[in-house]
């Protein structure tokens, strides 16, 4: 210790403790080790059928955050400060764009309209009940000063569903409808609040009017459509340059690395225009996944799914541990351990505001969509409602994120009120995340046993796990090839192709084969170059 | 631009710009645009023989910088600090990682004693040499007050190689002992450099006995075999755990996480311990390389492959851009202007020491070399000393970050001394970098020209360039498989394996062969489970 001292005073060269400070390297150390840990357990528990990642790696990190509490006497129990820019600069976009890489998307464009009300539509409703219902119980119970501008914060803080946390107990393969109508919920929940926050500011929302109204829609319109664009035009933009350049030929890496890189930028482009990063970075990975993800060399392609999963992966484990042994951290306690009846209280409030507020516009929604739907196949009935409801019902690092933000600003957690709105909030997404989170999976195999078998043939992917079997395939034909329910043994592409059941998917089908892939590529449309990598020789084991 | 402000005041929802500096986005977003930009600009250039991806990067840095330095009027020219931390803590270990992991263990090993002699003894004579000559020359020529532990400081950072810089000018494939032994040089001496820092602490240098060079050497002894001991340490552990609790089972995704996270732990974990970092976690790379990759699975070995080259890629990128964009930062340049002719003839001294402390080693320590040499086909001739002399004389972003430590901490930069050694580090990375870069591949092709050839047939390398059919392949036979100089027919693994020329390899093999391969994996060491992900059945285009 004493020679690292000097060495930090004096040796310059190559020792980081030199260069930084010493606490930063073993919080790192410490860090990186309990990663590895979740890691290790998350995988010694996969069989488990109540175990998800995201609870190995929260539980992980409250009891570290014990361990430190305790070997530090109560004075710290956090190694790291919680960041809101390490959160959404760093963690969440790689999470979501990789969600976006990966997603089906034949079954998230079916159910666009009802993923669009739900995010839209049911995220303005859960935010009003959830407001309401927090100046109705709040304002009679003493718990300092909170104005109404916190009450609403407070409100869109609790009705945004945590995409992250969907993303954990949610299964693509297992349950695909439910999938992507809630995980795109989550994310398309994202402009909304954008909207709603910029609308808050602007309008008095006591006196709405029709014209305020048609104003809020007309921007979550263009909010909407303009990151949805960002998000487009960045992945059509690397999958022209990547095919038009054939960046292949020399390199690689090169192609990974501008895939990652577009990918990024498009996210930061849409977070400095005052856009929906998460809308345009999801967009950008659908795209990715449609041409780009064609026009790169085989290995590039084993590389990029993993490689982005991976990164993915890694993110998710990061933030739950974050969030775990963030929760501990004694000074937001100090001002609640004198009342602790009252910190439960409001958090018991929160919970219940969360149920009713989601409860209170999956039902009704649910049964709008289903009016529009035709066939009874394609309608939402009761049972997936129900998963509906509650699996979108986890309050997760969002939620902590915003909640910093709001109440911890400029030094303002000394102010009782303040205080408890955090802890109220760390209680409530450790709660939901966990027992809600526990719940989910044995629910939806309760709940959904042959409709989740139902919905994963209707849904236009085997029931068979070929993932195991031949990655490379799994994103092709998932997206892509469609098994229709029609003509249950179609099986070539022509078929396919000829006779197709939805009209806008016809449409923009002969609309991208005609225009799009033969500029941006896509399967199949990727020309060989003479001298042109083929990649194709990928031994086995030797 | 005005909304944007108010939205940091109250907009939290899902909005980086309010949560996090406004600035740090618009940063963020240039940076990456530019990191774009450097990647399809080297890919355009990649055909020219004079430039390399790192001078492409470097003038766009220096452009950028000159454009914001004019756009700001003369304010600022760098859009993030030079911070060390980001370049120990984030930028150096993929490069180094990479480095050790992509190495030709075989070419490495042969040449282990002449490259330790190079990083270690070489090192110190540079060192000396340098220190010498600041201290003859500086001393006379006024440029504010520097003591003696600034010219010993001078002497490490100038004395030591840019690993970075040398892996950008030289080819593994085209030059194999060269990059094995200027490479190799690099990474030895950032342990030289730890223990001569820690001995210029501790000893009287004026009053140097035998006792203190034995103390030096044991050292020196200690902190490599630890660090060596600690990199070998986490890549057997990551080969144990990923090849008993066969992680592949379930998810390729945690495989490849454990892999990055371990070489990452080791690499902390050695700067914690005041041990060489980039020692540790290039052999933890090795390690990784010869064990680990052969435990997973099929798709990891691709991405692992792939992954670690893009994201060195993406570092030494961003490395040579940061360079480029800091060098025309306006505070150090002021104390400088009023005497260029000062500054300029300091750049120069440091330039010929430099060119000297280099040739001083490089030339009798390979005829000590050679001695011990007894077949004439291993010696180094002279015009293979030569391109070692040259090809290691680039100095780069360690330098700089050496530089900022030593004279520009806790404010001194506002010392006339302190500035002009700064600016001079700048110009001698720049310059070296550049001119010195730009004339290393051309001066390989045409002072070795049969060489090449000759040294890629001795060093087990076939010399048409597979990598580009079989990207998979190229790791196990380079490194692995050996071409043997008395039989080049020589074809099966069996007859390689009955008659190695090198008796430490022999007993190295043996040794593995016996007890590590069965417990940590390997190659042909990994027992195929029932139900395993077999994964050979990567397709082509479809």
Redesign the interface.
């Given at each position: 210790m004493a020679?690292?001292l000097?060495?930090q005073q004096?040796?310059?060269?190559?020792?980081?403790?030199?260069?930084?400070d010493h606490t930063?390297?073993?919080s790192?150390?410490i860090f990186?080790?309990l990663?590895?840990g979740c890691?290790?357990i998350?995988?010694?528990l996969?069989e488990n059928r109540w175990m998800s990642e995201s609870i190995t790696a929260l539980v992980i990190g409250v009891c570290t955050g014990f361990v430190i509490l305790v070997t530090t006497k109560g004075k710290s129990s956090h190694i790291f400060v919680f960041s809101?820019?390490l959160f959404?600069?760093y963690l969440l976009p790689p999470i979501i764009f990789n969600a976006g890489f990966q997603v089906k998307k034949k079954q998230f464009f079916r159910n666009f309209m009802t993923i669009a009300l739900f995010g839209a539509v049911g995220t303005l409703i859960s935010f009003f009940i959830v407001s309401l219902g927090a100046i109705a119980f709040f304002r009679k119970m003493d718990i300092g000063s909170l104005d109404v501008?916190d009450f609403l914060?407070i409100g869109?803080i609790f009705s945004?569903t945590d995409s992250v946390c969907t993303l954990q107990v949610l299964n693509q393969d297992e349950t695909p409808l439910l999938y992507s109508l809630v995980f795109g919920e989550s994310v398309v929940n994202?402009a909304t609040?954008?909207v709603?926050?910029?609308a808050i500011?602007n309008f008095d929302l006591v006196h709405i009017g029709a014209n305020d109204i048609l104003k809020f829609v007309a921007n979550f319109g263009y909010l909407f459509l303009c990151s949805t664009f960002l998000g487009a035009f960045g992945g059509l933009l690397s999958a022209y340059?990547i095919k038009k350049?054939y960046?292949g030929r020399?390199?690689?890496?090169?192609e990974?690395?501008?895939m990652?890189?577009?990918a990024?930028?498009s996210y930061?482009?849409a977070?400095?225009l005052?856009l929906?990063?998460?809308l345009t970075v999801f967009f950008c990975g659908i795209v990715m996944s449609h041409y780009t993800w064609h026009n790169v060399t085989?290995?590039?392609r084993?590389?990029t799914?993993?490689?982005f999963?991976?990164l993915s992966?890694?993110s998710e484990?990061f933030l739950f541990l974050y969030v775990g042994m963030d929760a501990l951290d004694i000074e937001k306690w100090k001002f609640v351990s004198d009342s602790p009846g009252k910190s439960i209280a409001v958090s018991s409030i929160l919970l219940g505001l969360v149920l009713v507020g989601r409860a209170a516009f999956v039902f009704p929604l649910s049964f709008i969509s289903n009016l529009t739907k035709k066939s009874p196949d394609e309608r939402i009935v009761f049972k997936q409602q129900v998963t509906i409801w509650w699996a979108g019902l986890m309050r997760g690092a969002?939620s902590i994120?915003?909640a910093y933000?709001?109440f911890a600003r400029s030094g303002h957690t000394q102010l009782r009120g303040n205080a408890i709105m955090i802890t109220s909030t760390i209680s409530v997404v450790l709660f939901s995340t966990v027992v809600f989170g526990l719940i989910t999976k044995p629910l939806v195999r309760f709940v959904l046993p042959h409709n989740a078998k139902h919905l994963s043939s209707i849904s236009s992917e085997p029931s068979t796990p070929k993932s195991?079997?031949?990655?490379?395939?799994e994103n092709?034909e998932g997206s892509e090839v469609e098994v229709q329910e029609v003509m249950p043994r179609a099986s070539s592409l022509r078929m396919l192709l000829s006779k197709p059941t939805h009209t806008v998917h016809y449409y923009w089908r002969k609309f991208d084969n005609a225009f799009m892939r033969p500029v941006f590529g896509g399967?199949?449309f990727?020309p060989?170059f003479p001298g042109s990598?083929?990649?194709?020789?990928?031994?086995?084991?030797?």
């Amino acid at each position: 210790m004493a020679s690292g001292l000097v060495a930090q005073q004096l040796v310059p060269l190559g020792v980081v403790s030199a260069t930084s400070d010493h606490t930063s390297v073993v919080s790192i150390n410490i860090f990186v080790a309990l990663l590895c840990g979740c890691i290790v357990i998350g995988h010694l528990l996969e069989e488990n059928r109540w175990m998800s990642e995201s609870i190995t790696a929260l539980v992980i990190g409250v009891c570290t955050g014990f361990v430190i509490l305790v070997t530090t006497k109560g004075k710290s129990s956090h190694i790291f400060v919680f960041s809101e820019d390490l959160f959404f600069i760093y963690l969440l976009p790689p999470i979501i764009f990789n969600a976006g890489f990966q997603v089906k998307k034949k079954q998230f464009f079916r159910n666009f309209m009802t993923i669009a009300l739900f995010g839209a539509v049911g995220t303005l409703i859960s935010f009003f009940i959830v407001s309401l219902g927090a100046i109705a119980f709040f304002r009679k119970m003493d718990i300092g000063s909170l104005d109404v501008g916190d009450f609403l914060a407070i409100g869109a803080i609790f009705s945004a569903t945590d995409s992250v946390c969907t993303l954990q107990v949610l299964n693509q393969d297992e349950t695909p409808l439910l999938y992507s109508l809630v995980f795109g919920e989550s994310v398309v929940n994202d402009a909304t609040s954008v909207v709603l926050f910029n609308a808050i500011q602007n309008f008095d929302l006591v006196h709405i009017g029709a014209n305020d109204i048609l104003k809020f829609v007309a921007n979550f319109g263009y909010l909407f459509l303009c990151s949805t664009f960002l998000g487009a035009f960045g992945g059509l933009l690397s999958a022209y340059m990547i095919k038009k350049l054939y960046m292949g030929r020399h390199s690689t890496d090169r192609e990974v690395a501008l895939m990652i890189l577009m990918a990024y930028l498009s996210y930061m482009l849409a977070e400095l225009l005052n856009l929906s990063g998460i809308l345009t970075v999801f967009f950008c990975g659908i795209v990715m996944s449609h041409y780009t993800w064609h026009n790169v060399t085989e290995s590039s392609r084993v590389t990029t799914k993993h490689a982005f999963a991976t990164l993915s992966f890694i993110s998710e484990t990061f933030l739950f541990l974050y969030v775990g042994m963030d929760a501990l951290d004694i000074e937001k306690w100090k001002f609640v351990s004198d009342s602790p009846g009252k910190s439960i209280a409001v958090s018991s409030i929160l919970l219940g505001l969360v149920l009713v507020g989601r409860a209170a516009f999956v039902f009704p929604l649910s049964f709008i969509s289903n009016l529009t739907k035709k066939s009874p196949d394609e309608r939402i009935v009761f049972k997936q409602q129900v998963t509906i409801w509650w699996a979108g019902l986890m309050r997760g690092a969002v939620s902590i994120a915003l909640a910093y933000n709001q109440f911890a600003r400029s030094g303002h957690t000394q102010l009782r009120g303040n205080a408890i709105m955090i802890t109220s909030t760390i209680s409530v997404v450790l709660f939901s995340t966990v027992v809600f989170g526990l719940i989910t999976k044995p629910l939806v195999r309760f709940v959904l046993p042959h409709n989740a078998k139902h919905l994963s043939s209707i849904s236009s992917e085997p029931s068979t796990p070929k993932s195991l079997h031949s990655p490379l395939l799994e994103n092709d034909e998932g997206s892509e090839v469609e098994v229709q329910e029609v003509m249950p043994r179609a099986s070539s592409l022509r078929m396919l192709l000829s006779k197709p059941t939805h009209t806008v998917h016809y449409y923009w089908r002969k609309f991208d084969n005609a225009f799009m892939r033969p500029v941006f590529g896509g399967r199949g449309f990727v020309p060989s170059f003479p001298g042109s990598p083929t990649d194709q020789s990928l031994p086995g084991q030797p």
